[in-house]
C-alpha cells in the first residue's frame, strides 16, 4: 500500500511558498493500477515524485507498506527507492550507450558485479519487453514505442514492487501508444506490481487504470473506480476528460433533445448487461417506443460496457424503467421534452 497522510507540497519561489498540491490524503492498493489525471499545471507530477521522494513533501507523511519514507536517511532511501521503478515522458536513455547496457545500468548501479548474472536478467527484460533482437543498438536508432520498452525494461531491472509512471505515452502516437499500455497491463497482471501513472489522457485511464484520482488545480476533485468515475462522472473537470474520451457521447450530450418526443434517458451497461437483449423485450412487454440518439459500445481496462441515449414514449414508461434498473442496467434521465415537461 502507498499511502498519503495529510500530505501537501508547496515550491518556494521567490521567497514566497507556492502552493502546488493542497492537503489530501490518498491510498493505492498493492498491485492496482492507479491513474492520476490533471491539466498541465495541476500538480501530476509532483504528486507521483512524491512516492519516491524525488520531491520531500510540505507536510504529512507518505509511507510504503509499513515504511515512512518521509523518516528515512540518505542512505536508507536509496535502498527503498530500488523498490521503485519510474518511466518518464522522453525516455531518459543514456544515448551513447547500448540497449543492454542501459538495462543493466541500474543493476550495476545497485552494486550487481557478476557479469554472467547481469547478461541473464538484460536478456530476460529485454525478452519481456519484445527488444532481444535490438540489444546492441542505440537509442538513436530506436522508435519511441521502441524507446519506452527500453525505459520499461530498466525499470524493471531492479524488481521494483512499484512502477512510476510520469505521462510515459504522451510523446507516442496513438497506435505506439496503445502497444506500451497493454504491455504494463501485462506486466501489472504477470509481476503483480502496484503501477502508479500520471496523464492528461482520459483513454490511457479507460484501457489501463483500475483507479483514478482527478487533479484540479492543486486538489483531488474524484477518486474512484475508473467505470464509476468513467460512466458518472462527478465534478465539472472530469466530465471535460470524460468527453474528450467519448466525442461521440458528447455530441450526443449536446444535441437539441428538446424537439425529441418522450422522455430523453442515458442508459448505461456494464459487464454481462452490455451484452444481453433487454432494452427489446422490455419494449415489447410494456408496449414502450424508444428511439435510439446516440450510443456507443466500448471497454473500461477489462470491462465491456456500453451507453445508449435514447427517447421513450409510451403508458408504461416507468414500468420499462424500473425492469431495466433491476437487470442492473443504470438510467439517468437528461431532459424532458416538452409535452413531458407539465
Ligand atoms: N521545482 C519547482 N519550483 C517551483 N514551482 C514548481 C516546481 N515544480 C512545479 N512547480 C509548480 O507547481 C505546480 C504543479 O506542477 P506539476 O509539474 O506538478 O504539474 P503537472 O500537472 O505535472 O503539469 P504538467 O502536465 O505540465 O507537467 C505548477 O504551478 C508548477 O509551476
Known amino acids: 500500500m502507498i499511502r498519503f497522510q495529510d500530505?501537501?507540497?508547496?515550491?518556494?519561489?521567490?521567497?514566497?511558498d507556492v502552493p502546488a498540491l493542497q492537503t489530501f490524503s490518498l491510498d493505492i492498493a498493492d498491485g492496482e493500477v492507479f491513474g492520476i489525471i490533471g491539466h498541465s499545471g495541476a500538480g501530476k507530477s509532483t504528486l507521483i515524485r512524491l512516492i519516491n521522494l524525488l520531491e520531500r513533501p510540505s507536510g504529512g507523511r507518505i509511507l510504503i507498506g509499513d515504511t515512512d519514507m518521509t523518516a528515512l536517511d540518505e542512505a536508507a532511501l536509496r535502498h527503498e527507492r530500488q523498490r521503485i521503478g519510474m518511466i518518464f515522458q522522453h525516455f531518459n536513455l543514456l544515448s551513447s550507450q547500448t540497449v543492454a547496457q542501459n538495462v543493466a545500468f541500474p543493476l550495476r548501479l545497485a552494486g550487481e558485479r557478476n557479469e554472467a548474472a547481469i547478461r541473464q536478467r538484460v536478456d530476460e527484460l529485454l525478452a519481456r519487453v519484445g527488444l532481444t533482437a535490438h540489444a546492441d543498438k542505440y537509442p538513436s536508432q530506436l522508435s519511441g514505442g521502441q524507446k519506452q520498452r527500453v525505459g520499461i525494461a530498466r525499470a524493471l531491472a531492479n524488481r521494483p514492487s512499484i512502477l512510476l509512471c510520469d505521462e510515459a505515452t504522451s510523446a507516442l502516437d496513438p497506435q505506439t501508444t496503445a502497444?506500451?499500455?497493454d504491455l504494463l497491463a501485462e506486466i501489472n497482471r504477470e509481476l503483480k506490481l502496484t503501477i502508479v501513472?500520471?496523464?492528461?489522457?482520459m483513454d490511457v485511464v479507460r484501457r489501463v487504470c483500475d483507479r483514478v484520482a482527478v487533479l484540479d488545480a492543486g486538489r483531488i476533485v474524484e477518486t474512484g473506480p475508473v467505470a464509476d468515475v468513467f460512466l458518472h462522472p462527478?465534478?465539472?473537470t472530469t466530465r471535460r476528460f470524460v468527453n474528450e474520451a467519448l466525442p461521440e457521447e458528447a455530441a450526443?450530450?449536446?444535441?437539441?433533445?428538446?424537439?425529441?418526443?418522450?422522455?430523453?434517458l442515458r442508459l448505461s451497461f456494464r459487464g454481462e448487461a452490455t451484452?444481453?437483449?433487454?432494452?427489446?423485450?422490455?419494449?415489447?412487454e410494456t408496449n414502450v417506443d424508444f428511439n435510439i440518439l446516440a450510443g456507443r459500445i466500448d471497454r473500461i481496462k477489462d470491462l465491456p460496457y456500453g451507453q445508449l441515449t435514447l427517447a421513450m414514449q409510451g403508458e408504461r414508461v416507468d414500468d420499462a424503467l424500473a425492469t431495466l434498473r433491476d437487470a442492473g442496467i443504470e438510467i439517468e434521465e437528461l431532459t424532458l421534452s416538452p409535452e413531458n415537461r407539465a
Open 7 to 16: 500530505v501537501r507540497k508547496s515550491y518556494r519561489v521567490d521567497g514566497r
Open 179 to 181: 502497444a506500451v499500455l
Open 197 to 201: 501513472l500520471i496523464t492528461h489522457e
Open 234 to 236: 462527478q465534478h465539472a
Open 252 to 264: 450526443g450530450e449536446q444535441m437539441p433533445f428538446a424537439h425529441v418526443p418522450g422522455r430523453i
Open 275 to 284: 451484452w444481453t437483449p433487454a432494452l427489446g423485450r422490455v419494449a415489447r
